[in-house]
């Protein structure tokens, strides 16, 4: 346990993302949120963007808010905008208040308008004087974003990818924790890249000036799995070891399935032709990955070369050139 930032709110190191919520029950979801409660974990982090997961959320700890620190965001930018989504994600908690509301996804070009007298962040601080939220966050996929973040002094917390693939941020997490500003790391696993979670959080664990990792869970099982990485954060040499082979085996050229490029003009699942060579190539299952290859609709094959997907990828991915590989491999 310890404080996020200087919000005094005491936390714990593992907490708990609410992406994976959208792909289970209510009543699987709420076997997870009372093993959080068995395990010790506080700290849930959910989004306005991801669909029914604020909701479920909300059922679940009914009965219990006391035991969480709350965390959710919007990708709102003017000030009526994100009023609204403040008083829905209320009422989808099913609470008084909300311990930490995070600006979702700035954009670079972005940021310098979202301090405008008709933007979010005066709505935000508005919400924060009526009792509604505690305190004000902001999410990116750009360190940039990040820095100018950190050095404005207007927030109490960031929030970025981070992992053993992903440490552009690293400099940036020390100004931060040196300025009492509360460290949260999202993607932990790279998206799904990695697939040895415990390691991948113990890694991110040791790094003192990191406060809180989410990753996603869906399951009892990942919960203690995920918390028993809190049983010793010292990397030892095999560990170093393992952390250098899973560097040299992903590299920088692979898809976080944030699904941020989405939709494509003609159709084509992006992230999940991506995952398809990821089961290829990563795990081995090449005649089953072929045969899921061929029954989508719209396969990487298909892509027209228009572009529109690269302009959105928070992590510039040459998306067309990449898609050219998955058709040659799963062809």
């Known amino acids: 346990m310890r404080n996020l930032g200087k919000t005094n709110m005491e936390i714990s190191r593992v907490g708990f993302g609410g992406i994976p919520i959208q792909r289970i029950s209510q009543e699987e979801t709420n076997i997870v949120i009372d093993e959080l409660v068995k395990q010790g974990i506080n700290f849930i982090d959910s989004a306005r963007g991801y669909t029914i997961s604020e909701e479920y959320i909300g059922n679940a700890i009914y009965g219990k808010r006391d035991k969480f620190i709350l965390a959710t965001k919007s990708m709102s930018r003017k000030y009526e905008d994100m009023i609204n989504d403040v008083e829905i994600s209320l009422k989808n908690l099913k609470t008084e208040y909300i311990d930490l509301y995070q600006l979702h996804n700035v954009k670079i070009n972005e940021y310098d308008n979202i301090f405008n007298d008709n933007m979010a962040y005066n ?16 999410t990116s996929h750009n360190v940039d974003v990040i820095k100018k973040a950190v050095h404005s002094g207007k927030f109490d917390t960031i929030q970025f990818p981070y992992n053993i693939v992903e440490d552009q941020a690293d400099e940036i997490f020390k100004e931060a924790n040196k300025k009492n500003i509360g460290v949260i790391v999202m993607k932990p696993l790279a998206g799904g ?139």
């Not at 709505?123 to 902001?138: E, F, T, Y």
């Not at 099982?221 to 992903?250: C, F, G, M, P, T």
């Open 123 to 138: 709505a935000l601080l508005d919400c924060k004087k009526q009792g509604k939220i505690k305190h004000i966050g902001i």
């Open 193 to 331: 890249a990695i697939d040895n979670a415990k390691l991948a959080i113990k890694y991110i664990l040791s790094k003192e000036y990191v406060d809180v990792v989410i990753p996603g869970m869906d399951s009892a099982e990942q919960v203690i799995e995920n918390v028993s990485a809190l049983n010793d954060i010292n990397l030892s040499q095999e560990d170093i070891k393992d952390i250098e082979e899973i560097r040299k085996r992903l590299g920088n050229r692979f898809c976080r399935r944030c699904e941020y490029c989405m939709p494509c003009p003609i159709g084509i699942n992006i992230p999940m032709n991506f995952l398809m060579e990821g089961y290829y190539t990563r795990y081995n299952l090449k005649e089953w990955a072929i045969d899921r290859y061929k029954t989508f609709d719209k396969k990487a094959s298909d892509c027209i070369g228009c572009g529109k997907c690269e302009e959105k990828c928070p992590y510039d991915l040459p998306i067309r050139d990449m898609l050219k590989e998955v058709a040659c491999r799963l062809k």
